[in-house]
């Protein structure tokens, strides 16, 4: 019996920009699991050692593939070129998970006007025209689509002893973006929704606590839960976005934050 049928991507064809490593490549492995082809674009030369294994157990156990493009969010006319490739390869592209982003601690008194820009131009053009590239296949061959993008719940708050004010302002555009495209796209089938994550114990979280071992005590206190997230927690959201059990819901924001910004 097959159960839940809504939540099957088999026979999809999916996008992940920063599916390197981290939570993009945890976003491409809970696609691929759902029965997704996946295509992981980042700007890395050669994804992380843990690329390998999850593209090996895709063929051969999932029945599915994984594949890996090299390109910069930055680079317009190359984003477009490799993402109308995947599209005419397969003749049609399904979904896209809108994952590569960068962040930079620094004192609003100190921050540069080329590191700001190059904070906006990574984490809200970079992502809109990542939308964009898509969104033209999708229309392009009729079957409309879902587009997800990783905002963050330092979009809609300011987060307790960190300065990073380039960034939230960054998210915080993230989120009115995906609000903008879910009302232009809606017409062609498209829907366009983000994910807020809340603090994520990530291998480069995890040497930041090296040099601020504090913020590993505090920032727990700072939640419902009073523990930090990993990026498997983040698996069923994405799943269930993409695909068709979220068929009438778009223009709207999952936070998943512990409760932090509930309290």
């Known amino acids: 019996m097959k159960r839940l049928p809504e939540f099957s991507l088999a026979g999809k064809v999916i996008l992940v920009s920063g599916a390197a490593r981290g939570l993009g490549l945890v976003q491409a492995e809970a696609l691929l699991e759902a029965g997704a082809t996946v295509y992981a674009l980042d700007r890395l030369p050669i994804p992380s050692p843990d690329f390998a294994p999850i593209q090996e157990r895709a063929l051969n156990h999932l029945g599915t593939e994984l594949h890996y493009r090299q390109i910069d969010i930055r680079d317009v006319q190359g984003l477009n070129k490799v993402v109308g490739e995947i599209a005419e390869k397969h003749g049609r592209l399904d979904g896209l998970v809108a994952a590569a982003g960068i962040q930079q601690e620094t004192p609003a008194l100190e921050y540069t006007a080329e590191d700001a820009n190059t904070m906006f131009e990574v984490n809200v ?45 960054s998210k915080s555009a993230v989120l009115q973006l995906g609000r903008s495209l879910a009302a232009e796209w809606g017409a062609h089938g498209i829907r366009v929704n983000t994910i807020s994550p809340g603090y994520i114990v990530t291998s ?23 523990r930090l997230s990993a990026p498997e927690e983040y698996r069923g959201a994405t799943v269930f976005l993409i695909s068709d059990a979220s068929s009438f819901m778009t223009g709207s924001d999952l936070r998943i934050d512990g409760g932090h910004a509930a309290w």
């Open 204 to 226: 480069m979280v995890e040497e930041l606590f090296k040099l601020y071992p504090e913020r590993k005590a505090e920032w727990p206190t700072q939640n419902m839960l009073g």
């Open 125 to 169: 053009t970079g992502s809109l025209m990542t939308c964009q590239a898509a969104a033209k296949q999708m229309i392009k061959f009729g079957n409309g689509g879902s587009i997800v993008m990783i905002a963050s719940m330092s979009g809609s708050l300011a987060n307790r002893g960190l300065s990073c004010s380039a960034y939230n302002s």
